[in-house]
């Protein structure tokens, strides 16, 4: 059995794709198909591409507008998560997001739509149907704390029925199934690993998440809301929408709702690093600590 990789930047991020099988030419067509999938979402999502859909919903803010399956079925998501970390994570963050500096993408310039004039704002006022939405007129999604998990998701779900074994990464958020070694960051030395988490179920998904981007010398922060006891979460689950979106949630969650996760089996692992050492939730029978 062969590992097969093909790796790019999109997404404003590394995405690097492995697949296991004896047939060169399987593999092949499947990261054609991938590809394909990661550039139409790209596409649609992009907060900095003003023709994507997600900028075109943005600027019709105020009115009812008719949106694409795949959107709704985002913003649904996106939703069940707003409700289920009481708010936490929230998609219509964007205007706060501009508010704190981050307007160009981090690959390159790219374009976008100043939102700062907006503000926060909730599903209160949100209407939806089969085939439109609507959103207050002075609010704006963003879909970055959710969008790469979903993707990975949807990308696994193309694979399944041909591999047994692949490891698919959205710049640190990763779908795989099979037999694979995860090296967890370090966040104070990242030069060196912290531990490793070594998959032996069948199909999960792993993201990890920091209080602060890191970029050249400098350090931003990178979470919205109160300061955090911890630095750096990653989060083990079923699936990488939902890794991805509690790994941001958990730095700024008590440690006794992020056990409630834990137990209602929504996250198999939790492991919390901070200046004062780390700290697991749930089995931690995958994981090996390295530092």
Request: charged share 25%.
């Amino acid at each position: 059995m062969e590992t097969y990789m093909q790796s790019a930047k999109a997404l404003g991020t590394e995405i690097e794709l492995r697949l296991r099988t004896e047939n060169k030419d399987v593999a092949e067509s499947a990261f054609k198909i991938m590809w394909k999938k990661i550039s139409d979402f790209e596409n649609k999502f992009s907060r900095f591409k003003k023709d994507s859909e997600l900028s075109i919903v943005n600027l019709n803010a105020g009115k009812k507008i008719k949106a694409s399956t795949e959107f709704m079925e985002l913003f649904i998501r996106a939703k069940y998560f707003y409700e289920i970390t009481d708010s936490i994570f929230n998609p219509f963050i964007l205007p706060e997001l501009f508010k704190a500096g981050y307007k160009k993408s981090m690959v390159g310039n790219g374009d976008y739509l100043d939102y700062s004039n907006r503000k926060l704002s909730d599903f209160s006022v949100v209407k939806i149907d089969k085939e439109t939405i609507y959103i207050p007129p002075d609010s704006a999604i963003d879909f970055g704390g959710i969008g790469k998990g979903y993707l990975a998701d949807k990308l696994s779900m193309v694979l399944d029925n041909k591999f047994d074994s692949y490891c698919l990464s959205m710049g640190g958020d990763i779908i795989l199934k099979g037999t694979w070694e995860i090296d967890i960051e370090n966040f104070s030395n990242q030069n060196k690993i912290y531990g490793t988490w070594k998959n032996n179920f069948g199909k999960i998904g792993i993201a990890t998440s920091s209080v602060v981007r890191k970029k050249s010398k400098t350090e931003q922060r990178h979470l919205i809301g109160p300061p955090s006891n911890y630095d750096l979460c990653t989060v083990v689950c079923s699936d990488a929408v939902t890794a991805d979106v509690l790994a941001s949630c958990f730095l700024l969650m008590e440690e006794s709702s992020i056990n409630n996760f834990v137990n209602n089996n929504l996250v198999k692992f939790v492991l919390l690093q901070g200046k004062n050492g780390h700290k697991t939730f749930g089995d931690n029978s995958g994981f090996n600590l390295v530092s």
